[in-house]
């Protein structure tokens, strides 16, 4: 295990080498030419099966831990609907669909009972474990591919080819992003993030460009209704999770060579002692030619998404770094709001 952490941290060390930044190009720009070179395109086709084929073995490993804790679900509704009060189900059949769209990307809610809690903690320690033991693998093969990008990016520089060194440097940030949410490395912008919340990272790897979002009226507040973020990935722009009901119609996208580096919250509490969002401001920063950090000199912020009214805005920023994923927590509304960055 030391051996292979030792050799993919020389794979990312090389990869960030400095090289020459080429008339103040940024990593996205040009990319809109979707011209990707002949050996980038290559790479990327032999490399893109294996990265499959663990996710699939990696998948069948966690199997019998997955099965194991929709079993106990099922045997704990049975029981229940057998009771005097099958109302108590509830929260247990809405783990289940919690649990088939987002697996561990979220956890059960507060309310559950305690043998879902009980059941929830042997299926994260298990699925833990399986995963920690499979790790060698992927970072062995993250770690060949990380060089060979490196090799290629070194040979374009030499040529001056400004679309062909974007194109190579936007793979090497999607496999570093990758790997740094797969291991776990991994900061929110919450210092004490509420329990109970929702993570929502690109599997393939990504950073987020933008938002979607709606606003509502929750007695006579005027709130987030929702929250959808946008990420950029190897595939191009998808579009996350939605933190709330329905869909986001008001868009806040990054220019191009832009990503998001922080947001701005508001608050409301429409009701007592319950604080949810009222609106955000993204602010968009220059990424930098390293392809992972940002720069904060070089910014510009949307317009307030949703009433810009409210309590005391309160910023989250990814300290200059590119933003992995997004974590919140919502029911009818969106209640709470966070980045997640790379360690």
Partial sequence: MKRLSNLLAFAVCLALAPLPHVHGQSPEEGLENHTIPPDLAQLMQDYAPKEKALDEELKTQLEPATKAYQDALAT?????????TP?????????VGRFASSGLAGAPDENVPVGVKSAWKTYVT??????LA???????LRAQHLKDLAEIEKGWVAKNDTIAIAAVRRARTFTILRTAAEENRVQCTETNPKPVQVTDIPHEGGYLIGFAANAGKWWNSQVTE?????FMTPEGVKTGRAFGRNHGNTKAIAKDGYAVGAITVRGKIPQPNVEVVGCFQLTFMKINPDGLTLD???SY?????GDPGGLKPKEHSGRGKLILGVRAKSGDDTDTLSLLFMK
């Fill in 76 to 84: 704990l509704i049975q029981k229940i609907e057998h009771s005097s």
């Fill in 87 to 95: 109302e108590k189900g509830d929260p247990i059949r809405k783990e």
């Fill in 126 to 131: 298990e699925a833990q474990k399986i995963t």
């Fill in 134 to 140: 499979f790790a060698p693998k992927r970072t062995a």
């Fill in 226 to 230: 929702v929250a959808e973020p946008i």
């Fill in 296 to 298: 904060p000199k070089d």
């Fill in 301 to 305: 912020q949307s317009d307030w998404l």
